[in-house]
């Protein structure tokens, strides 16, 4: 058998339970010595409470207390009448925009985020241009060999006279030369350039 709990059981022997509850748990302790000894404790326990609450104590002026909550219940009453009857100013109409002065407006911010995001772009362009190293160029010919940066560059020339003796070779490591025989002296002159 399951017993109510001990605030069912003390909230109906105050009478405070609703019909349905109080009709089971009246049921329950009608059959139950053990729930109705609790019942009576809480009824015997309200009744002493009651008792002690019957005598005032002394020295209380109950008169001037009593005055003093009317006065503080018709200053509440006073106080609510005076917030219901408050009206806050509405605030300023603000005049509204037409369609031709949002269209205009959201025009010109779009032609100035792209004119914004375009100049933005090449000044990335510049900047990467700046930071990327040249590209070295080797180049061999019947004129001699040569190596460039695009700013600085350096030239080992044959002599025009010994251009149809010239043997030109380019390897795919990064390294040109060019040979020639010296058509007066008999002598062969070796141009390298090698890159690293």
Known sequence: M???????LALFAGGELPFLQKWATRRHVHGCDV???????FLEASRAAAQETEV???GVHWESLAAEMRANIHLGLEASEAISAYKPAEPPVMPSLSWHTVALGGAVACVAMFLYWNAALRKQEQLAALRAPAPIVVNASMEG???SD???G??????KNSQSDVLVTVSTSGAAATRYVDQDSGQI???NVYLD
């Open 2 to 8: 399951k017993h109510p709990s001990i605030e069912t």
């Open 35 to 41: 729930c109705q000894s609790e019942v009576r404790a």
């Open 56 to 58: 005032m104590p002394d």
């Open 145 to 147: 060999v040569e190596i």
């Open 150 to 152: 695009g700013a600085r």
């Open 154 to 159: 350096l030239s080992l020339t044959n002599p």
């Open 189 to 191: 002159t070796v141009n």
